[in-house]
DNA sequence: CGGCATCCGATGCGATACTG
DNA sequence: CAGTATCGCATCGGATGCCG
């Protein structure tokens, strides 16, 4: 398939993932299921609170993740992925598949430099 | 495929495509071919000489695009994606996609809250 | 033509403290 | 527990001008 520039919506995409700690939300949700803010904060352990907040309310304005309140004491809010929100693991898997094969390019490419290439 | 957290690789492709002008950059040498660094900046209209630079030196070094200086004058350079940064097009095509059906979400769900809902 | 040098402003993110 | 409020800074990108 080609991409039109015309047409192009490659930026659609990228601007709902965009974010420092958004695809470690999305890909923590996808594997863990709905999860509360506190656990979220200790599975992706240097975000603080504020930030988290931020990019959770970012993600629920695209409707990619759903927030669920429940009205107890203590208070208890599980995010997790929505229906539409599943549509982006194509790229998530796309971008997972070339990571590993970066890490194992660089890995010769360095490896060739020491050589002195 | 689900993607293991413990050796996910997805921020390793964000990485390398993150920054305002990458996608214009990539989307443009996959659909024309070798361009030089004035026809870039015509394509890219609002990129200013100096960010075009970075970006593309950003992506020369992570071996994605090709710098080839033909030693003339007037002086010209050419730009041309690598057969490595060849093998980000699943990625950009993912993107395209979910692109252009986030399009037609946005359409139909900005319809709904019109009515009301 | 294809840059580089310098300055500058916006924004994103972090640290810390506090609250219903 | 699940946030909010304030402050502060670093990074990224833009504007402008100059150069080989």
Redesign the pocket.
């Known amino acids: 398939m080609k991409i039109v520039p015309d047409q192009c919506q490659v930026s659609q995409a990228m601007d709902v993932i965009?974010?420092?700690?958004?695809l470690a939300i999305l890909l923590h949700l996808l594997a863990h299921g709905p999860t509360?803010?506190?656990?979220?904060?200790r599975a992706v352990p240097?975000?603080?609170?504020?930030?988290?907040?931020?990019?959770?309310?970012e993600l629920e304005e695209e409707d990619i993740i759903n927030?669920n309140?429940?009205p107890e004491n203590?208070?208890?809010?599980?995010?997790d992925i929505s229906t539409y929100g599943q549509s982006l693991e194509p790229i998530l898997n796309a971008m997972h598949q070339w990571g590993l094969d970066h890490m194992a390019y660089k890995q010769t490419r360095d490896k060739k430099e020491d050589n002195g290439v």
């Open positions: 965009i974010g420092k700690w958004k509360r803010f506190g656990a979220l904060q240097a975000v603080t609170p504020k930030v988290l907040t931020q990019q959770l309310r927030r309140v429940y203590p208070p208890k809010v599980e995010y």
